[in-house]
């Protein structure tokens, strides 16, 4: 039994760091494992100018720890009002290194998102021609449709005719849930692919309902049935190019989230690797770790692998039921449990 693991520096190709009082938490959460992370733009307003995502990621450099070479990678969030134009001269600066579709009111923070997908066709064509990752939050938005089956009404109503109309788009499936995603992304061009996060690969929805309401195991897209997870599994350590890691770690404060309408979204950060460890070793799969975990995302965007190494180590460890972040204090995921693996740090 492997009792240590070394693997390369892995990334996050998908992270809520938020603002203000939380930034220095959240980022030296994220900043501790990973070496870089596609910074979501979903803040309150959104960040959806260039000038405005320059601003954010100043911020952020600010609030690192010091010492720390974290590279935020950072995203544009589309409005139906997103300029082409600033959108490629931010890609071609090097500011922007993708942008977000969240359909409007589908999630946190996504009131200004788009009302429909063919009001961003002109920004699509623009990106599509330019190699622009196009992330996508992929769930509709009509409360007659379970929420249940949003994901997969979405790749047939949304992300199949979009696909089809700008077939050489770049384009991440983000935080897949269902097999039906699963399944789309391998049948798909190789310019597409999918993050998957630790939780919906460790929960299914009874996670949601075990004894009373949980909001903690709370996220969306929610999370779906055991077939689901079972095929998400399944994706993620098959060795696959299309999948890579993303946390969509996303930080509520604990009042927000026990509460009589808690927020959607999971903080996972401070223990994701050994999350994501944890399901490779159960799968018998952690010889396809290090691919998932540190070389398809930059394969896919187009970057250089990082240097270094991360550490884990098998031993017990026990997740703290709350932790304090900002002012206050969040409940991370898996509070409380026994984990089998410890992230002990980076090294050459
Ligand atoms: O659970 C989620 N939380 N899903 C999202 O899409 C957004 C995120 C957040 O920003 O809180
Ligand atoms: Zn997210």
């Keep these: 039994m492997t009792d240590r693991l070394i693997i390369r520096r892995p990334d996050d190709w998908h992270v809520h760091l938020r603002d203000g009082a939380l930034l220095a938490d959240t980022v030296a959460?994220?900043?501790r494992q990973f070496a870089r992370a596609i910074v979501m733009p979903n803040l309150s307003p959104p960040v959806s100018t260039?000038?405005?995502?320059?601003?954010?990621r100043a911020r952020i450099i600010a609030a690192r720890p010091a010492g720390s070479d974290f590279t935020p990678l950072m995203v544009l969030y589309l409005t139906d009002a997103t300029d082409p134009d600033d959108v490629a001269a931010g890609f071609a600066s090097g500011v922007l290194a993708?942008?977000?579709l969240y359909p409007a009111n589908a999630t946190t923070n996504s009131a200004h998102g788009v009302t429909d997908v063919r009001n961003i066709y002109p920004v699509l064509e623009r990106m599509q021609a330019i190699g622009m990752p196009f992330l996508v939050h992929g769930e509709v938005t009509d409360p007659a449709v379970d929420i249940f089956d949003r994901e997969a009404v979405f790749i047939e109503q949304v992300l199949t005719p979009t696909l089809r109309d700008f077939p050489a788009l770049k384009a991440v499936f983000e935080h897949i849930t269902t097999r039906d995603?699963?399944?789309f992304v391998v049948a798909a061009g190789a310019n597409v692919g999918a993050t998957i996060t630790p939780h919906h690969l460790m929960i299914n929805r009874n996670a949601i309902f075990a004894g009373g309401i949980?909001?903690?195991a709370y996220c969306l897209p929610v999370a779906k049935r055991e077939?689901?997870?079972?095929?998400l599994r399944k994706a993620a350590t098959s060795g696959s190019e299309k999948f890579f890691l993303g946390t969509d770690t996303a930080p509520h404060l604990v009042q927000a989230k026990e509460s009589a309408c808690g927020c959607a979204g999971i903080f996972n950060a401070p223990h994701a690797l050994e999350a994501y460890a944890t399901v490779f070793a159960e799968e018998n799969a952690l010889d396809k770790f290090e691919a998932f975990a540190s070389e398809h995302g930059p394969n896919f965007y187009g970057l250089p692998l990082n240097s270094g190494r991360v550490v884990l180590e098998r031993v017990r460890e026990l997740v703290p039921e709350r932790l304090p972040l900002g002012d206050g204090e969040i409940v991370p995921w898996l509070a409380g449990e026994t984990i089998g693996w410890r992230f002990s740090g980076v090294t050459d």
């Design 29 to 31: 959460h994220t900043a």
């Design 50 to 56: 260039t000038a405005e995502v320059e601003a954010y």
């Design 98 to 100: 993708a942008c977000k």
């Design 181 to 183: 995603a699963a399944e």
């Design 214 to 216: 949980r909001p903690h």
């Design 227 to 231: 077939v689901h997870r079972l095929a």
